[in-house]
C-alpha cells in the first residue's frame, strides 16, 4: 500500500534561508544540516590537511568573507566533511567583498543572521568540482537551490563569468584545494535572493491593495511557500514550488474605480449573477485568478503554442485561465504581448516585470484584469510541465527541459512524484525504463525533418513502461468548453518499428477515455507516418480524437490502459509521449 506524507515548509523574509537545510537534511544521521552549526563555540579540528574555513583563515585574502562565515555560524559547517559530503566554495576576496558591500550600502556582518546565511549558502555547492570538471559545466546549483549560469573565460585563462536572473561575478582563480573540498575565488560577489513573492509584494507600495486581497484571502501561505517534502513508500521527494503573480498596482484599480478591498468586493459581487457564490469566495478566486503556478518570464507567458499566437494559460483558481496573444510583428514588450485580448485587455509594463523572488516572478500589468472566460483556443499539454518533476529531474543531476537538445539520452524516474501516483504496473521485459521515467531527447536529424518528423517539445517527453493491461491517469489542463480534435506526439525510435507494423502484438493498442467516458481503442505509434518506408527516429503526430466535446470549463482525467500483450513480452516495447494537443473545433 502507498503511503503519502505531505510537509510543507513556508518562509517569510526572516526564514527565507534555506532551502537547502531541507535538501540535506535526513534521516541519514552522516548528512549534516549546514542551517547549523555542529560545533559551535569550538574550533573545529581535522586530522589530514585544512578544510576550506580554515584554509580561507589562513589564505589572508578572505578576511571579510571570513567573518561572515563566523558571524553566520557557518564557519564550522564548511570545515565539516562527513561520509560522502564535501563542497565548493565560491569565495569572494577581500576586494569583492567590499564592492558587494558598497553595492548594498552596509557590511554584510550587520545584516540578519539569516541574510548572512544565505549569502554564504548561495555561494556554496554540495560537490568538490575540479578545475578540470569546472572548466566543462554550463551551470551549478547552489545551496539555495539556484542556478548559477556558468561561461569560461576564453581570453583569461583560469577565469569564469558567473551569472543568473539577479546579479552577476567573475572567478579570478579556480580549484585552490582544501581537504573537503576545492575553493574558487570571486573578484565580484553574487547577490543573494532572500525576497519571497509575498516579500515582494509587501515591500512595494503600490500593491498594497492587491497584498490586503492576497492576505484575506489565504493566498499568503502559498506565495510563501518554497518546498514541500513527500514521503512515497518510504521515498521522501523534496519539491520546490514555483509561482507567477500577475500584479495589478493601486493606481491600475484606482483607473477601475477601486480604491480599497471594500471597493473590490463590491465590483466582484455587481458582476457575479449566481446568488450561491461569496463575495469571499469571488475575492478569492480573483487573487488565485493573478497566480500561475509555475515560474514563467514574460516572454515565456506569451511563447507560441502550436499554431497559434494566443498561448492560454490555467490559473491558481479553479477552472480559470487567462490568454496571452503575442503580436510577431511587434518587439517592444509593453505592446507586444496583450493579456485577454478579446476581453477587458492588459498589457505588461516592462520595467516592473520580471521582477525575481525565491519562488518565482512577479509582472506588473496596466489593468486591474478581471476574471474572463476566453473563446476556445488551441492547448498544448506537456506531460512533463511540472513543479514537482522539475525538482526531481534537477536533483538527480539532470537537466530538466533543456533549451537545446542535448548530445545523450538521459532519464529520472518518477514513480514516486504525487503527478504519476494513479498508476498501474504489470510484468514487462523492457529492462531499460523504471514503470514511468522523464527522458530527454536528442537533436532529431535533417533528413528526419524532411521526411515528416520533429523534434520534442523541450526536448523531453515521459516514458511508461507498464507492461499489458497497465494503466495511467492524469489531469488535464484547464480546457475552455466545446468541441475539439485531439492529438498525441509520440517519440518514436527504432525500437518501435516492430510495433508501428504489429510485427508483434496489437500496434500498441490504448483503451482511452476521458472522465470515464469517450471510450475508444487507439493504437497511436501505428500513425506514424514519413515519405521513407522506415521512419527515422523523432517525434510524430497521432490522433486520439477526430471530434470530443467538453461541455464545461474545467480540467478533465485522462486515461489510458495498454490493450497489447507485447508491451510484456518485447523487450523494446515502451510509450514514449511527448505532448498532447487540444485543438478547436468551431462550428
Avoid at 532551502?19 to 541519514?28: E, F, I, R
Amino acid at each position: 500500500m502507498t503511503t503519502i506524507i505531505n510537509k510543507t515548509f513556508h518562509f517569510s523574509l526572516s526564514a527565507s534561508l534555506l532551502l537547502s537545510a531541507l535538501v540535506m537534511t535526513s534521516c541519514d544521521g552522516d548528512v549534516f544540516d549546514l542551517g547549523a552549526d555542529p560545533a559551535e563555540g569550538t574550533t573545529y579540528k581535522v586530522t589530514e590537511g585544512n578544510p576550506i574555513s580554515t584554509t580561507l583563515a589562513e589564505d589572508g585574502r578572505f578576511s571579510r568573507f571570513v567573518e561572515v562565515l563566523r558571524a553566520s555560524g557557518l564557519y564550522n559547517s564548511l570545515n565539516q566533511s562527513t561520509t560522502g559530503i564535501s563542497f565548493t566554495s565560491l569565495a569572494p576576496n577581500d576586494d569583492a567583498m567590499a564592492e558587494f558591500e558598497q553595492r548594498i550600502g552596509g557590511k554584510v556582518t550587520e545584516q540578519t543572521v539569516d541574510y548572512m546565511r544565505s549569502f554564504v549558502l548561495y555561494h556554496t555547492i554540495a560537490d568538490s568540482i575540479t578545475t578540470d570538471n569546472f572548466v566543462k559545466k554550463t551551470s551549478l546549483s547552489n545551496l539555495t537551490g539556484d542556478n548559477i549560469n556558468v561561461e569560461i573565460d576564453t581570453v583569461k585563462a583560469g577565469e569564469a563569468v558567473l551569472t543568473n536572473n539577479n546579479s552577476e561575478g567573475r572567478i579570478v582563480e579556480m580549484g585552490l584545494s582544501a581537504s573537503n573540498g576545492k575553493i574558487y575565488v570571486l573578484s565580484k560577489a553574487l547577490t543573494p535572493l532572500v525576497e519571497t513573492l509575498y516579500d515582494r509584494l509587501k515591500q512595494n507600495s503600490d500593491y498594497s491593495l492587491l497584498c490586503s486581497a492576497v492576505d484575506e484571502t489565504g493566498w499568503k501561505k502559498t506565495l510563501t511557500t518554497l518546498a514541500d517534502t513527500t514521503v512515497v513508500d518510504g521515498v521522501q521527494t523534496i519539491t520546490r514550488h514555483n509561482f507567477t503573480v500577475i500584479g495589478v498596482t493601486n493606481a491600475s484599480f484606482a483607473a477601475a474605480g477601486i480604491n480599497s478591498l471594500a471597493d473590490l468586493k463590491a465590483k466582484l459581487a455587481s458582476s457575479n449573477d449566481d446568488a450561491d457564490i461569496t463575495v469571499d469566495s469571488l475575492l478569492r478566486a480573483y487573487v488565485g485568478y493573478h497566480i500561475l503556478k509555475t515560474k514563467v518570464t514574460v516572454d515565456g507567458l506569451g511563447a507560441l503554442q502550436g499554431n497559434s499566437l494566443t498561448h492560454m494559460w490555467s490559473t491558481g483558481a479553479d477552472n480559470l485561465v487567462f490568454t496571452v496573444y503575442n503580436d510577431t510583428t511587434d518587439t517592444k514588450t509593453d505592446t507586444k504581448y496583450t493579456i485577454n485580448a478579446e476581453g477587458t485587455p492588459a498589457h505588461f509594463i516592462e520595467a516592473n516585470s520580471n521582477v525575481l523572488a525565491l519562488n518565482g516572478y512577479v509582472h506588473q500589468i496596466d489593468s486591474w484584469m478581471p476574471i474572463w472566460e476566453p473563446e476556445q483556443q488551441q492547448v498544448v499539454w506537456d506531460f512533463v510541465d511540472d513543479n514537482e518533476i522539475q525538482s526531481v529531474v534537477t536533483d538527480a543531476g539532470v537537466e530538466y527541459q533543456p533549451a537545446e537538445a542535448p548530445k545523450k539520452q538521459e532519464k529520472v524516474k518518477l514513480t514516486n512524484t504525487t503527478l504519476f501516483q494513479n498508476y498501474v504496473a504489470n510484468d514487462r521485459k523492457n529492462s531499460n525504463f523504471d514503470d514511468i521515467d522523464y527522458y530527454t531527447v536528442v537533436a532529431v536529424t535533417a533528413k528526419a525533418i524532411e521526411s515528416g518528423a520533429k523534434q520534442a517539445n523541450n526536448n523531453d517527453c515521459v516514458v511508461f513502461n507498464l507492461g499489458n493491461a497497465g494503466s495511467a491517469t492524469l489531469t488535464t489542463p484547464t480546457i475552455v468548453k466545446g468541441k475539439y480534435k485531439v492529438t498525441l506526439d509520440v517519440v518514436y525510435t527504432t525500437g518501435h518499428s516492430k510495433i508501428r507494423t504489429k510485427q508483434v502484438g496489437t500496434g500498441g493498442t490504448l483503451e482511452i477515455t476521458f472522465d470515464n467516458d469517450n471510450r475508444k481503442y487507439v493504437a497511436p505509434y501505428t500513425q506514424v507516418k514519413s515519405t521513407l518506408s522506415n521512419p527515422l527516429a523523432g517525434v510524430y503526430t497521432a490522433t486520439l480524437y477526430d471530434e470530443i466535446e467538453f461541455d464545461s470549463t474545467s480540467t478533465h482525467e485522462f486515461k489510458f490502459t495498454i490493450k497489447d500483450s507485447a508491451a510484456t513480452t518485447e523487450a523494446g516495447f515502451s510509450l514514449q509521449f511527448d505532448t498532447m494537443t487540444f485543438t478547436p473545433i468551431k462550428d
